[in-house]
């Protein structure tokens, strides 16, 4: 072991997340240490042991410190390996100690991070072998660490003195959902003025604190503790430098500072969430962060947050790291959530300073701050912003009479006009789901659909985004669907938690009967004239009813009632059986045909749902245009009814071809009329806007376009949304 008599200056690299190298470089220097000069890894500085061991206690930014053992070029594995062995190992580490490698880098010669560790590793092995005679163990979690960086045909061997990533300070065992990572959250108060705002007897809230990094981050700097007093193991504590003196003079040193910050913590800190979850790990973290006393921690909600008039006028930051919608299904929920971040912090704290930390400005203009600064981070792989706020002045602090500002007044005036005709509309005609908005504005190209559930009366929007031609900028869409999201809970009364997003794209083959993913399971019942139909907005692209051809199942449901107890209905391309269902519950006997599994499962659910017996009625899987083919070779006529809504293209892995409605619409009404009774009703549709029938091919039939009187008011402004057909044997 070294004795601490004149300590020589070591060479040191201390690694970071990308952004953070500047903040990193500062804190160095006001540990002690000399820059040399940032890297693309972090910070090469210089400073001696003690300095290194101060460093590893007190560092709020880095990921590891390493200890540089060599470098040199390579142009082959076997110069790797021989760079590797020439380090005199045993005065970096006894034979006794364990050790691993982290290998990072690739060249033409190691395509492999396993092959480049497993050449290091021999190289190591073999300079012991060769000078003792003995070799270490290789273990996952050796007590030694060799990090190997491969880079420009350099390799760089360095010593882990850290050992663990230090942004693990070991309080935090319960992370929460999308934690933010220790350092990140640290540099992200750096960043936001906490440091200089803790001089001045400030005070911090976090209003969605989840797990609560950020929280205890800000804790430990108010109260002087250094971040890594509670780590038990080291990557120096086999390193044949380890002064262990010297080590725990620094620990001893950094105990008396949290003792004495505690004692003189005078800064109040709260966090809220709605997440009960998310605040019992937050609680359990704090415990174990020695703050438990220091942070204020409720389950409140953003409209909700409540702060102590004293606190509030003795001023202090606002920061946070709200959700930024990775996913397009949380996207309803958030824009509207960032409002109301916006409305309460104006109402609460106006005088307060703001930080916001997040993935996606364009939610962030719903806060009307002025910006001071703003500055890019990564976490993890997403492009991140940390945008500094400033107190409000007195055009954002005025009073908005409304959420709906700008360009978005055209679509929620629009919104409005439909909505008072429709609503009157569907109560009189005692419909539960229809169509308030399809791209009546083409810049807000959405379709929005209300769907009431029979049990609860409770009212959920399904909204599907019509994916934009590429000659739109694609920020300025996403800034109009937001717009739309934060439009819709004000114009509709329909709380934002009760409205699905979804992108609507040409689905093709087995994509259209997928789930979508990350999203609950849920199911509730509409009622459609006598029917109740399972519908589901979450969990598939399509929600189990077709809204537009409801005319045409109440049509359905009309003409069975009028033919004879038990006569037969012959549903094709069926979906959920909607059609069937009509049918079954006016007395008919149904066969309900299509390729999904999953959706004749969620037919035959809906006939379930209506106390109907599955047993006297059929469900068959199968290619419909085979099944037709087949059917009219060998079945005679025996169908009263015939409905057909087969779709415009498919390329299903389980079709033996392809089906294109326009060319072969011929072949599958020519077999399903086989089948049909003399006097029978077909009733043949499909969404094909630019749809011709082949009259001349089909002359031995009556068929008569009827697709002006089944589109339904509610589908009015898009007349061209299907084409209907009544067909009939001459």
Not at 142 to 161: F, M, P, S
Not at 665 to 678: C, G, N, T
Request: aromatic letters at 8%.
């Amino acid at each position: 072991m070294q004795n601490e008599s004149s300590p020589p200056k070591l060479r040191w690299l201390a690694a970071c997340p990308k952004g953070i190298e500047p903040l990193l470089a500062a804190e160095i220097r006001d540990l002690g240490g000399e820059v040399e000069r940032e890297t693309h890894l972090g910070v090469l500085w210089q400073g001696d042991l003690r300095t290194a061991y101060r460093f590893c206690l007190w560092t709020r930014l880095a990921s590891r410190l390493l200890f540089p053992l060599q470098e040199s070029q390579v142009d082959n594995v076997d110069q790797l390996y021989q760079v590797a062995r020439d380090v005199d190992w045993q005065t970096v580490f006894p034979v006794g100690a364990s050790f691993r490698i982290d290998f990072h880098g690739k060249t033409d010669f190691v395509r492999n991070t396993q092959f480049g560790a497993q050449k290091v590793k021999d190289g190591i092995v073999d300079n012991f072998r060769e000078e003792l005679g003995a070799r270490p163990s290789v273990a996952k979690d050796g007590d030694v660490r060799i990090e190997a960086q491969l880079r420009k045909g350099k390799l760089a061997l360095y010593l882990n003195v850290s050992g663990e990533s230090l942004h693990r300070r070991g309080y935090r065992l319960q992370p929460g959902k999308a934690p933010l990572k220790e350092n990140l959250a640290a540099a992200i108060l750096i960043r936001s003025g906490w440091q200089e705002a803790l001089k001045q007897g400030s005070h911090l809230v976090d209003p969605m604190c989840g797990s609560g990094t950020l929280l205890i981050e800000a804790g430990m700097m108010a109260a002087d503790i250094a971040p890594g007093l509670n780590r038990q193991q080291w990557g120096f504590d086999r390193w044949q430098r380890h002064n262990r003196k010297l080590w725990l003079e620094e620990v001893e040193a950094a105990r008396q500072r949290r003792t004495d910050g505690l004692a003189n913590m005078k800064n109040r800190l709260y966090g809220f969430d709605i997440d009960s979850e998310q605040l019992n790990a937050a609680n359990k973290n704090l415990e174990r962060s020695g703050l438990k006393d220091k942070i204020h921690l409720e389950r409140r909600s953003i409209e909700n947050l409540r702060i102590q008039k004293e606190t509030a006028e003795q001023g202090g930051l606002v920061v946070c790291n709200p959700p930024y919608g990775e996913r397009l299904s949380e996207l309803p929920q958030l824009a509207p959530l960032y409002q109301d971040f916006n409305d309460a912090t104006l109402r609460l704290l106006p005088h307060w300073k703001l930080a916001v930390f997040t993935g996606n400005t364009d939610l962030s203009k719903s806060i009307r701050r002025p910006l001071e600064k703003q500055y890019r981070f990564m976490n993890g792989k997403i492009q991140t912003r940390l945008l500094v706020l400033g107190p409000a002045d007195e055009k954002s602090s005025a009073p908005a009479p409304s959420r709906i500002r700008g360009p978005v007044e055209a679509f929620a005036n629009r919104l409005k006009k439909n909505l008072k005709p429709l609503k009157k509309w569907a109560k009189r005609e005692n419909i539960h789901a229809y169509r308030i908005y399809d791209a009546d504005i083409p810049e807000y190209a959405v379709a929005v659909d209300c769907y009431q559930d029979a049990n609860s009366d409770t009212e959920w929007l399904h909204v599907q985004e019509y994916v934009p031609p590429k000659s739109i900028d694609e920020e300025k869409s996403e800034r109009r669907l937001l717009d739309i999201l934060a439009a819709l809970p004000e114009v509709t009364d329909i709380p934002a938690e009760q409205i699905i997003l979804k992108r609507r794209e040409r689905q093709s083959g087995k994509k259209q009967y997928e789930k979508q993913q990350d999203v609950e399971s849920r199911r509730f019942e509409v009622i459609e004239g006598q029917a109740k139909v399972l519908v589901n907005l979450k969990d598939y692209l399509d929600t189990g009813l077709f809204l537009d051809h409801r005319p045409t199942r109440l049509e359905i449901a009309k003409h069975c009632a009028a033919l004879p107890k038990g006569a037969r209905m012959l549903n094709l391309f069926c979906y959920t059986a909607v059609g069937s269902l009509h049918a079954a519950l006016a007395g008919a006997k149904t066969t309900s045909v299509d390729m999904s599994r999953t959706y004749l499962n969620w037919g035959k659910d809906n006939f379930t749902a209506n106390n109907l017996k599955i047993s006297e009625h059929e469900f068959v899987q199968a290619d419909c245009m085979q099944w037709l083919k087949e059917a009219a070779e060998h079945s005679a006529a025996q169908y009263d009814l015939i409905f057909m809504d087969p779709p415009t293209f498919s390329n299903s892995k389980r079709m033996e071809g392809v089906l294109d409605v326009q060319r072969d619409h011929v072949q599958l009404i020519q077999d399903a009329m086989a089948l049909l009774k003399p006097g029978g009703l077909m009733i043949f549709s499909n969404n094909y806007r630019k749809f011709e029938m082949d009259s001349e091919a089909l002359s031995d039939f009556t068929i008569q376009n009827v697709s002006h009187k089944s589109v339904p008011q509610d589908f009015a402004r898009r007349k061209n949304i299907h084409m209907c057909f009544h067909i009939q044997a001459k």
